[in-house]
């Protein structure tokens, strides 16, 4: 069992950052697009059942056949769980950085496992470094995911609508293929 003490660290680490966020995310208080969402969700349904694509057409056609029918409904959905990731970057941050600094270089997970987080030369572990850490530290699904979310919530303000719809597209496939990348690369 001492062998995977700092394996099991990381996971009570991230069960416990994970019951923190699913307690603020889904607290209709912080988080307002919750009132929305369940109709999102319904015309979502309803414009993607309704869609018809002819098996002749090419793949512009097709992308504007989506961007036309459920391209808003689909971004508004995005903007709910972008707003969910926005709290999870901001928990990650505040535990892997701020309390690990101001808790002498332990997590919870850490405590209980007597493991300590430092620096090469045993020394305390400073802001920048433990900001490195927890940028690089797992694989790329701790930030990812969440951070393609938030372009999604950018972009669209950026742009008009219907310029966004491409760029958002092509930024959702580079992250689910990098994702997998790293999954297999871990």
């Known amino acids: 069992m001492l062998k995977y003490r700092r394996v099991l ?3 009570l ?3 416990f950052i994970s019951i923190i966020v699913l307690v603020l995310c889904n607290n209709v208080k912080l988080n307002k697009s919750l009132y929305e ?3 999102y969700i319904t015309a979502y349904n309803e414009k993607l059942d309704k869609l018809t694509i002819e098996t002749s057409s090419s793949a512009e056609e097709v992308i504007n056949k989506y961007k036309e029918t459920i391209g808003i409904e689909l971004y508004n959905m995005i903007k ?4 969910r990731y926005f709290y999870f970057l901001i928990c990650v941050f505040l535990y892997y ?3 690990v600094f101001f808790n002498d270089g332990k997590t919870l997970g850490c ?3 007597k493991l300590k987080i430092v620096n090469k030369n045993d020394k305390k572990a400073n802001i920048f470094n433990l900001t490195i850490r927890s940028l690089f530290m797992g694989s790329s699904f701790v930030y990812m995911i969440p951070i393609t979310s938030l372009l999604f919530l950018i972009i669209p303000r950026v742009l008009d ?3 966004a719809f491409i760029p958002l597209l ?3 496939s580079i992250s689910t293929f990098v994702e997998i990348a790293f999954y297999l690369y871990f």
């Open 13 to 15: 680490d991230g069960l």
């Open 37 to 39: 969402e369940e109709g």
């Open 170 to 172: 092509m930024i959702l």
């Open 161 to 163: 609508y219907s310029h």
């Open 80 to 83: 709910v769980q972008g707003y």
């Open 9 to 11: 660290a990381f996971l």
């Open 111 to 113: 405590a209980i496992f």
């Open 97 to 99: 950085v701020v309390f």
